[in-house]
């Protein structure tokens, strides 16, 4: 029976050499009335004529929901961001797991998990959920049944609970499946051995750039006849909209533009065509590069650390809120004017370093560079 699960940081075990998510999870046995209830779903499932033919995990689902159907509880779950040391390993006085007096928890302090974990285990029925540390309670069930991967991390289920349930004022609420299509546009270079390709890859800072043939696992030259034999690659076309599986939640989201319309990208970058009528593309890009969407990235990030993916039902099943089209407009201006000033000046700030560069060599006087100070 599963009492509590509290989600830890990427990077807890991090200085003992595992990269592994990990959760804490308490236990305890079930009281022997549950067992025996247990006992006798599990022979009425089983013996039940209707289920002839069904696979054991999907008979194994079946009879969990009907006994926590019967015998339903609630679990606790929690979300620790800090816990008393740095990514690094350095000591820190941030913890949201527990404070301490002398090295000894303080047991009932409801700023931190561990006293929100007394409060829930004292009155499992009264308990209320408790933001920064996050914390909340789930039944069994939902926990058991929300997810078709029966997924119990809590960082899914705590975003469900307490992420915006309504829109801002001035938006209204889609979702992303009815304002996204997928694209899947096949290509297997190898079938045309002497066309060269543009191959793209893409930044968190949800950049796109072509990838540089030779360089780490590329292949030394994107003429078709270097691909692998049968290997499947997706075009692109203009203003589609392209997201990393991996590292979405980090930002990796952009759209296709001119210049790379007709390049092809690998599996791992889902494709879109956006519904222009009710989003611009460039402000779904704006969107979901924001702090609150890319929270709710790294909720449904589903797998083992160093290999998370966000699956595409995952990613169109998500809530999103929009303002009219002419409001997105002027944000898409708003922006538009500061990237272009951002990119000015950071062009002026490549100029005058190569020019110190070339002054420090000897190549220029040192004039050349006073005189734009």
Same mark, same amino acid.
């Given at each position: 029976?599963i009492?509590?699960?509290i989600s830890?940081p990427d990077?807890?075990?991090?200085?003992?050499?595992a990269?592994?998510?990990?959760?804490?999870?308490?236990?305890?046995?079930?009281?022997?009335?549950?067992i025996r209830?247990?006992?006798?779903?599990?022979?009425i499932?089983?013996?039940?004529?209707?289920?002839?033919?069904?696979?054991?995990?999907?008979l194994?689902?079946?009879?969990?929901?009907?006994?926590?159907g019967?015998y339903?509880?609630?679990?606790f779950?929690?979300?620790?961001?800090?816990?008393g040391?740095t990514p690094?390993?350095?000591?820190?006085?941030?913890n949201d797991?527990?404070?301490?007096?002398?090295?000894v928890?303080?047991?009932?302090?409801?700023?931190?998990?561990?006293?929100?974990?007394?409060?829930?285990?004292d009155? $499992?029925? =009264?308990?209320q959920?408790?933001?920064?540390? !996050?914390?909340?309670k &789930? *039944?069994?069930?939902d926990?058991?049944?929300?997810?078709?991967?029966?997924?119990i991390?809590?960082?899914?289920?705590?975003?469900?609970?307490?992420?915006?349930?309504?829109?801002p004022?001035?938006?209204?609420?889609?979702?992303?499946?009815?304002?996204?299509d997928?694209i899947?546009?096949?290509?297997?270079p190898?079938?045309?051995?002497d066309?060269?390709?543009?191959t793209l890859?893409?930044?968190?800072?949800?950049i796109?750039s072509?990838?540089?043939?030779g360089?780490?696992?590329?292949q030394?030259?994107?003429?078709?006849?270097?691909?692998? $034999?049968? =290997?499947?690659?997706?075009?692109?076309r203009? !203003?589609?909209?392209? &997201? *990393?599986r991996?590292?979405?939640?980090k930002?990796?989201?952009s759209?296709?533009t001119?210049?790379?319309?007709g390049?092809?990208?690998?599996?791992?970058?889902?494709?879109?065509?956006?519904?222009?009528?009710?989003?611009?593309?460039?402000?779904?890009?704006i969107?979901l590069?924001s702090?609150?969407f890319q929270k709710a990235?790294?909720?449904?990030n589903?797998?083992?650390?160093?290999?998370?993916?966000?699956?595409?039902?995952?990613?169109?099943?998500?809530?999103?809120?929009?303002p009219?089209?002419?409001?997105?407009?002027?944000?898409?201006?708003?922006?538009?004017?500061?990237?272009?000033?951002?990119?000015?000046?950071?062009?002026i700030y490549?100029?005058?370093?190569?020019?110190?560069?070339?002054?420090?060599?000897?190549?220029?006087?040192?004039?050349?560079?006073?005189?734009n100070?």
């Amino acid at each position: 029976k599963i009492l509590g699960v509290i989600s830890l940081p990427d990077y807890a075990f991090r200085k003992a050499g595992a990269q592994n998510k990990t959760s804490i999870i308490f236990l305890r046995k079930f009281e022997p009335k549950e067992i025996r209830a247990f006992n006798r779903i599990n022979q009425i499932i089983r013996s039940n004529p209707n289920n002839e033919g069904l696979k054991e995990v999907e008979l194994e689902k079946i009879i969990i929901s009907n006994f926590l159907g019967e015998y339903p509880y609630d679990i606790f779950l929690a979300e620790a961001n800090r816990i008393g040391y740095t990514p690094s390993g350095k000591v820190s006085d941030l913890n949201d797991l527990y404070h301490d007096i002398d090295r000894v928890p303080i047991i009932d302090d409801a700023e931190t998990i561990l006293g929100q974990f007394n409060l829930f285990m004292d009155n $499992e029925g =009264a308990y209320q959920p408790y933001r920064s540390p !996050d914390c909340i309670k &789930i *039944s069994a069930l939902d926990l058991f049944t929300s997810h078709k991967s029966n997924r119990i991390d809590p960082k899914y289920h705590i975003f469900k609970k307490l992420g915006i349930i309504s829109p801002p004022e001035g938006m209204a609420i889609h979702k992303l499946g009815k304002l996204l299509d997928p694209i899947v546009e096949v290509v297997i270079p190898r079938d045309y051995p002497d066309e060269l390709f543009t191959t793209l890859t893409l930044s968190h800072e949800g950049i796109l750039s072509p990838r540089e043939a030779g360089k780490g696992n590329n292949q030394p030259d994107w003429h078709g006849a270097y691909f692998k $034999e049968d =290997a499947k690659w997706y075009r692109v076309r203009k !203003d589609n909209l392209i &997201i *990393s599986r991996i590292d979405i939640w980090k930002g990796c989201v952009s759209v296709i533009t001119e210049e790379f319309g007709g390049a092809i990208v690998t599996n791992e970058f889902p494709v879109f065509q956006v519904n222009s009528e009710l989003i611009r593309t460039r402000f779904l890009k704006i969107l979901l590069r924001s702090d609150y969407f890319q929270k709710a990235m790294r909720a449904i990030n589903t797998g083992h650390s160093n290999r998370r993916r966000t699956q595409t039902t995952d990613f169109l099943n998500l809530d999103i809120f929009l303002p009219s089209a002419d409001i997105q407009d002027s944000i898409i201006e708003v922006f538009q004017e500061n990237e272009n000033e951002f990119n000015r000046l950071q062009s002026i700030y490549v100029e005058m370093t190569s020019k110190f560069n070339n002054i420090i060599m000897g190549n220029l006087p040192l004039e050349e560079l006073i005189e734009n100070i």
